[in-house]
């Protein structure tokens, strides 16, 4: 995939620059000439030129004192210098100055477009690399083995889409993973080895929404004393990924839907567009449909982005999925805290994890085993390591738990569980098997529960 580079021509000779000019245009880059080495100073100095083919010999400044007023002021502007045979060891000099590289008049069409798309390559690694730096884009294993049939769906969805260009729309509640499923899709296309830049749009602020995405050239409004990329060039060849799309204010979903329709920006103070080669992913826990009859949220806009939509299911319609999740959390939990050894997690406390409804979906799950790991000792997470919002709660308006309030926490903990359990078969008119249905536990797990009861009743009673 080729990559459209912002070039500025700096030669004295118009013919030069104008068959420069219209052989770069072809190929797809943004050009601007200028016919001294002044006026190619002062257009460097709005910082947004990433490469300037500059001439040796000109009238007012020379290439290579072109390229040292540049390297001095800090402009991120690759150079090739244009020179003839008789000047080769000026041209050596200027790259001694700053400059990258140098090439023999006339230039060579081919040769030129080849050099440009290494320059490209080279620029684009850079970029991805100051990317990773600044955003938190996640990790490569964050996708879990699923055997739910929702989660089965729902990859088949991603193989489909993954391979096309299609502008995909992600919905679903907080939490879900709809930014992993948004990697997923980018790994999986022909996009993988370039970029994935995610943003958050309901994280930057408004005055700077506009500046963030598309770029800035120097000066473009108070306080812009360098230019600025912007992250749809940093996504160049590669995925953005616009997570919390509905929280756009409308100014910029117009933008947004020009970027859509032309594939091309145009930075803040910038009279210039760039060509651009994105995917674009967005993604909201939002009803859109219900923004556009509002009239907070663009139909265009919407019809756009939607083109493939995806929803992802919340946790609790997918608990299958629930006990080999807690296995992965637990081992990259146990990583990411230093816990030595394996992570063991007691099968009265999976069962309470499996059948809550978890309201914050796959996030909130993680936080509580999170806090589990923090909380265990030797290795080992028991119920009452969970948060006390997660364990078995009494119903409104039950009698007070069996527990005398006497013993360890875990044998308060197991007299409170027998009192539910039979409150529960109470209710039932003596069926454990509908009093096991509502309590979210298989039948043979209260049977156990029942039987572990009485026997530490009777152990205790025993050693009177």
Request: with cysteine.
């Amino acid at each position: 995939m080729s990559s459209s580079l912002q070039i500025l021509v700096i030669d004295d000779e118009p013919a030069i620059r104008q068959i420069l000019a219209a052989s770069l245009t072809r190929a797809g880059h943004t050009v601007e000439t200028a016919g001294s080495g002044r006026e190619g100073l002062m257009r460097l100095s709005k910082g947004d030129v990433e490469v300037a083919l500059c001439d040796i010999n000109m009238p007012d400044l020379t290439g290579i004192e072109v390229v040292r007023e540049a390297t001095k002021a800090g402009y991120d502007t690759t150079f090739i210098m244009m020179t003839a045979f008789s000047s080769v060891d000026t041209a050596v000099e200027a790259m001694k100055a700053g400059a990258t590289d140098y090439m023999i008049k006339p230039l060579r069409s081919e040769e030129l477009l080849q050099r440009l798309a290494q320059i490209a390559d080279l620029r684009g690694l850079r970029g991805e690399n100051e990317a990773l730096r600044k955003l938190v884009v996640g990790r490569s294993d964050d996708r879990c083995p699923s055997v739910s049939p929702a989660m089965k769906q729902l990859d088949r969805l991603i193989a489909k889409v993954a391979p096309t260009d299609s502008t995909v729309l992600i919905t679903g509640e907080s939490g879900t993973g709809k930014g992993v499923t948004a990697r997923s899709i980018h790994q999986q296309s022909q996009r993988a080895g370039a970029p994935f830049i995610p943003v958050n749009c309901g994280a930057i602020p408004e005055n700077l929404l506009e500046s963030e995405f598309f770029g800035h050239v120097r000066g473009a409004f108070t306080g812009a004393d360098r230019a600025r990329k912007g992250l749809f060039l940093e996504a160049d060849r590669g995925t953005i990924f616009l997570d919390e799309i509905g929280e756009l204010p409308l100014e910029l979903q117009v933008k947004l839907l020009h970027v859509l329709e032309a594939r091309e920006i145009r930075p803040l103070g910038s009279e210039q567009v760039r060509k651009i080669n994105v995917r674009i992913i967005a993604a909201t826990n939002r009803d859109l449909k219900q923004m556009v009859a509002e009239g907070r949220f663009r139909e265009d806009l919407y019809f756009r982005i939607s083109g493939f939509h995806i929803t992802v299911p919340p946790l609790r319609e997918r608990r299958e999925d629930i006990p080999a999740l807690i296995r992965y959390l637990l081992a990259r939990g146990g990583e990411r805290f230093g816990v030595a050894g394996k992570l063991t997690l007691d099968a009265d406390a999976e069962e309470i994890l499996v059948s809550n409804d978890w309201p914050g979906n796959v996030r909130e799950l993680e936080n509580v085993l999170q806090r589990a790991t923090i909380l265990a000792e030797d290795g080992r997470i028991t119920l009452a390591d969970l948060p006390p919002n997660i364990t078995p709660a009494a119903p409104a308006g039950a009698s007070a738990p069996l527990s005398t309030g006497r013993g360890s926490l875990r044998e308060q903990v197991r007299d409170f569980e027998h009192g539910l359990i039979v409150r529960a078969i109470d209710e039932c008119g003596g069926d454990r098997r509908a009093a096991a249905q509502r309590l979210g536990i298989g039948l043979s797990s209260l049977y156990r529960k029942l039987e572990e009861h009485d026997q530490a009743r009777l152990g205790a009673a025993t050693t009177e």
